[in-house]
């Protein structure tokens, strides 16, 4: 049998909780079978960690730059802006940038993301970089600004949203990821059956979302996502491993 091929399209591999045993933890994703990890950095500290994660792994571990949605301020938005523009030929894309109404409640702080998340998108139209899109519980608004103000390729990270905002999300061409317990959600499983596999990618979220739903979740736990994915599309395996991975090499353009 030929060895499946898995990739992790999103996962913080830069945090804390991977700064004693993170080559181990890259060489289990090898192992694994993962042709690549996707790292995401989420501030300006954690973009200069990761400039040195993807020297030491080059060609394996590759960065998508943004920032913490819901904790963004204009002036880590401004110092994350001047990093990408100085290391764009290194990073595969931008984001996650977007919109969180999950942390965030309250009309005016909601309202002041939308700046934010416009320069990013602004950013991305002129870097001609791909857009990873962070949207928790407001993937109809994302969804809005996205298709108003950008032109390249999207990719709706954990997507939750509800069957009408994915058949948007199919419509426009853009792609999902879906967590290894992506399960859980109705929204998901409905995601995943409504965008044609071409469009959907596999993530950790690493150290988040662990798929037994405690303890640090790691890209080698990409392969439980697929194997659930191969279940609810009643596909082989081989199949949805092959297709997932080589969107992700699409995408990124790695
Ligand atoms: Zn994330």
Not at 68 to 86: N, P
Not at 235 to 253: G, I, K, M, Q, W
């Amino acid at each position: 049998m030929t060895k499946l091929r898995f990739f992790d399209a999103h996962s913080h591999i830069d945090m804390k909780r991977f700064r004693n045993d993170r080559d181990a933890v890259i060489q289990r994703a090898k192992d694994h079978g993962l042709s690549g990890i996707v790292t995401s950095s989420i501030g300006p500290g954690s973009f200069r960690r990761t400039l040195g994660i993807i020297q030491k792994h080059k060609g394996y571990v590759h960065h998508s730059a943004g920032c913490s949605v819901s904790q963004l301020t204009r002036e880590d938005a401004d110092k994350i802006i001047s990093l990408i523009r100085k290391y764009s030929s290194s990073i595969v894309a931008i984001g996650e940038v977007g919109l969180d109404y999950h942390w965030v409640k309250d009309t005016i702080g909601r309202k002041a993301q939308e700046p934010l998340f416009l320069d990013f998108i602004f950013l991305a139209n002129e870097l001609a970089l791909p857009l990873v899109i962070h949207s928790r519980k407001a993937e109809s608004m994302a969804t809005d600004i996205l298709e108003k103000h950008f032109s390249g390729e999207v990719l709706m990270h954990c997507f939750d949203g509800v069957p009408d905002v994915a058949k948007r999300v199919r419509d426009n061409g853009w792609y999902i990821t879906l967590p290894a317990n992506f399960q859980r959600s109705n929204n998901r499983i409905e995601s995943a059956k409504i965008l044609p596999l071409e469009q959907i990618m596999l993530e950790t979220d690493s150290p988040y979302l662990s798929p037994t739903g405690k303890g640090r979740n790691e890209p080698s736990n990409v392969t439980i996502g697929c194997e659930r994915l191969a279940d609810v599309l009643d596909l082989p395996l081989e199949h949805v491993a092959e297709t997932t991975t080589s969107n992700a090499h699409r995408f990124y353009d790695i």
